[in-house]
């Protein structure tokens, strides 16, 4: 039993999610965490290796969760969700469906941590690229997907004579999607297309880009790598147009630094769909009173950057997109304030 | 079901086959077709390419007209004469200074609301697929078709509001009501050229040429137009085309109401199919629908 | 030679964006809409380089330049742009202002079929197809094009010269204003 029954609910079982659960259960309060899928640790899962480290996800889940198991007064709830919360004096009441010992009691929480990470735009809307009428169009998490098949067995794959990258399908797009700039697909769009080509030196890789957006720590070195070391083309232009040729998808893009219409033939196009906030985040957002912006991200308050109201918290790509590194720290800093508001007499 | 009627030039010399076969099928599917009185001309690319203003106020007078029928709906067979059409009530609706200019010139109101349609569309949405589909007696059992929808039926979306402006669906799910096949094709809605058929043949011929080479490929038999300028490009410079690009193409352009009156038991000769340079009898007989 | 920008060219993107309702602020310089432009492969500049000589108030080169009169009106730019700026609408704009003042067209084909065709509609407000062709082939001394393909439609029914005209002229030729559009140069 922690030592003032103090406890707080966090929502996502992601980088995020898990990062603030640590840090207050080391604090000593009870942490709820409840994550929707049956398994903890959100895109970490579906990922082949991260940028600018090349760490491997499963690793740092792994040894995550093994710190969150080593600590008791961590209680994980996969398979749930909150379906309903009340606030009260000192708190919320919250109910969460998907696990029956909670369901007809429901628990009372001192704060709460929203961290229900992003979905991606669905690029289907962009009948330009062809996604779902073409086979060989995809989307990011999708060839992350494949990537991770090739990374297994390559010598059971046939390697592709050439790869697309688009970027900003969805983001930086007023007529189509949003006008943010998604902050994180330049870096997982070079990590994947520098990943081809380690796989398959002979395969090239085209990245078509309006600007290549690398500020980080690291992340500049990332990209020039990608293209220094690993020789992935870089095509200034946002493309047009992709068109089956002949059992091959021709691309259709001007380049811009040359100012002339070019066409490229390649065998797969990948889509890096913008990030895009969660219906989920903004039903949850409702239930706790929490500000979210005009997309639907959680909004914070002046001066308390990962506070969306009173006693709540949020953290990783439920606030913006976000990098897993990102979504850790701000998972971190929402239990710094958790623990800050906990500490407190009374 | 009446809507007004807006033929268009083309309709009346080239393209008669399309007007035959609009004023037939409509009929048969009991929507009664009132001719805008005195109707002009869209003036095309001409107008809005060299005088704006003349541009909107030859589509406000059409409007005007519709007016003194007392109708609010109407319908265009032409994708060009639609789109013009359409657009001169989309700005004369947001322009209020244009509007009051507009009206200055023509001496006469403009009506706020028109609803402008499409044929594609009139028929897609206020009559439906299924209602055509019950209406079929001769399913074009076999036929492979390749939709070819052009620039301006559903460009610019913002305006037309009609299908996806990329990879547009509607004809091809109208055409399967009929019992035909449709093919999945990249050139749905590309350009064959469209105004610059006499000006600028080159343009046609690689722009036409492109849009029958991705039909080719896609193992299409024929293509279905809802335009006249589609179908002339595509039908009366195919030989050049075909020339051009030594690659024998016959694919008969046929109007989609043309195989709407097929799939409703007319004939071929009062749907005008006898007037296509490319000549579909041959695909038609070996598919038994003659 | 370097393009010179001077104050007085600075104008001309206020007066675009007034006439066609348009922010050209809001073009992310991106080059989708010149990428699957139907004729772009034949501009001197492509419509993205356009949108840019607007910027630069450079009016010589935008209403002397070849993709003036190159632009099909196929409104795929539009469509794809990721601010939707109507650049049809805007190269409309700029071939007025070109015709207006009299810059003689790189196509002066097109513009002769413009006219004349507008001619047409000036004098009995609608277009019979055979007759504008004749003309225009009469016009641009070209007798015997499509004389071929003229035979095979005439056989086919396609020509029909005797469209029947508008009523109302008087009411009709008013939309005209005066302006040397409807009547030929």
Known sequence: MSRTGKKAL????????????????????????????????GYLNKL??????????????QVKLEQLRAIPDIKLLTGSSVVSARRTERGFFVELAGDSSTRDTGIEVAAVVLATGFDYYDVRRYGEYGYGVYPGVMSAPEFEARLKEWKNEPEQIEPPGAVAFIKCVGSRDRAKGYPYCSSI???????????????????????FYMDVRAAGSGYEEFVRSTIEDKRVRYVRGRPAKVLPEGGRLQ??????????????EVDMVVLAGAVVPREETVRLAGLFEAHIDRYGFLASEPGQPVQAGERVFFAGGCGFPVSIKGAQEQGAAAAAEVIALFNQPG | MEVAYYPGCSLHS????????????????????????????????????????????????????????????????????????????????????????????????????VEVLSLLEMFVTQVGIDTIAENVSKPLKGMKLAAYYGCLLTRPSRISGFDDPEQPVSMDRLLEGLGAETVDWSHKAECCGAGFTAAEVGIVLDLGGQVLEAARQAGAEALVVACPMCQLNLDTRQGAIEANRGTRYDLPVMYFTQLMGLAFGYSPRVLGLKRLLTSPFPLLKTKGLL | MPIRIGESSSSLQERVEEACSVDLSQCYECGKCSGGCSTTHLMDYTPRKIIQLIKLGYCDILYNSDALWLCV???????????????????????????????KPTREQ????NALMLGSVFKRGRVSEATLMLQFNLRTRRYFKDAQLGTKMLVKGKVNPFVPGVKGTRELRRLFRGKPAGKER
């Open chain 1, 10 to 41: 966090i929502v996502g079982a992601g980088p995020a999610g898990i990062e603030a659960a640590l840090k207050i259960g080391r604090a000593g309060y009870e942490v709820m965490l409840v994550e929707k899928e049956t398994t903890p640790g």
């Open chain 1, 48 to 61: 082949c290796s991260t940028f600018p480290r090349w760490e491997d996800p499963q690793n740092l889940l």
């Open chain 1, 185 to 207: 697909c330049c870096m997982y769009t070079a990590k994947q297309a520098a990943l081809v080509k380690e796989i398959f030196p002979r395969t090239a890789c085209y990245v």
């Open chain 1, 251 to 264: 691309i259709r893009v001007e380049d811009t630094l040359m100012g002339t219409p070019v066409e490229i």
């Open chain 2, 14 to 113: 080239a393209a008669r086959e399309y007007d035959m076969s609009t004023r037939l099928v409509c009929r048969h599917l009991g929507i009664s077709l009132k001719e805008i009185k005195d109707w002009n001309c869209c003036g095309a690319t001409a107008a809005h390419s060299l005088d704006h203003l003349l541009a909107v106020s030859l589509g406000a007078r059409n409007l005007a007209l519709l007016d003194g029928m007392k109708m609010t709906r109407v319908t265009s067979p032409c994708a060009n004469c639609y789109s013009r059409l359409k657009a001169a009530a989309h700005e004369l609706q947001h322009d209020e200074i244009l509007k009051t200019e507009v009206e200055r010139i023509l001496e006469a109101p403009v009506p706020c609301g």
């Open chain 3, 73 to 103: 009106g196929c409104h795929l730019c539009v469509d794809r742009c990721p601010a939707q700026i109507d650049i049809p609408r805007i190269v409309d704009y700029l071939r007025e202002q070109a015709y207006q003042q009299g810059i």
């Open chain 3, 110 to 113: 097109v513009v002769t079929f």
